[in-house]
């Protein structure tokens, strides 16, 4: 609990400063990715959330950095979207509800206490549900498009074992063939970055 507390004040007193001065009601594009738009507002929300979920005072220094890994993470994003589109992969409630609660789980966070940072930050629930959002549905796609393709072969499942003995053969199996997908997907991408337009403003 004390930790949630500091990092609200941490997080109110990062966003208050000149750094993130821009108002949250500011939508001036500033990428257009083939034909979809990146706006000022997205790239101010994505940064505050990006913060609160890394729990780190970003300095003034940090936050081009900052700034610029959260352009292309939106940029991967909507390139991401025009896929999943494509192919029109869909995400239950149940699916969702599943892949937030192992999130929270894995971060040691309360969901209720992460709304109230949020709320702290003039950020909505539904910005941060988005972005699992578009996490599930990408590795839907990438599961649809390339498992059938990838196999785990006994060395590699014994290496991970010989490292992990407490882990199961069958989830040293999966970590192997999510492994397969990450590459598989990562390279997706990268051939999508290649052949997009992608015009900054």
Known sequence: ????FSIILIFYLLFSANTFAQKLTDHRIAVVVNDQIITSYEIIKRMKISSILMGVNISPGENKELLSKVV?????????NEK??????????DEYKNYESNFF??????????????EKNNLDYQSFKQYLENEILWQKLIGALFYRLTSASVIEIDDILS???????????????????????????????????????
């Open 84 to 93: 999943i589109d494509e192919y029109n992969i869909t995400l239950d409630i």
């Open 105 to 118: 789980e894995r971060r040691n966070f309360s969901k209720d206490q992460f709304i109230k940072i949020l």
């Open 72 to 80: 292309e993470e939106l940029i991967r994003e909507k390139l991401k």
């Open 163 to 201: 490292k992990n003995p407490s882990m199961s053969v069958e989830r040293a199996e999966n970590n192997v063939i999510q492994r397969q997908l990450d590459l598989k997907g990562n390279k997706l991408l990268r051939d999508m970055l290649n052949e997009a337009t992608i015009e900054y403003r």
């Open 1 to 4: 609990m004390k930790f949630f």
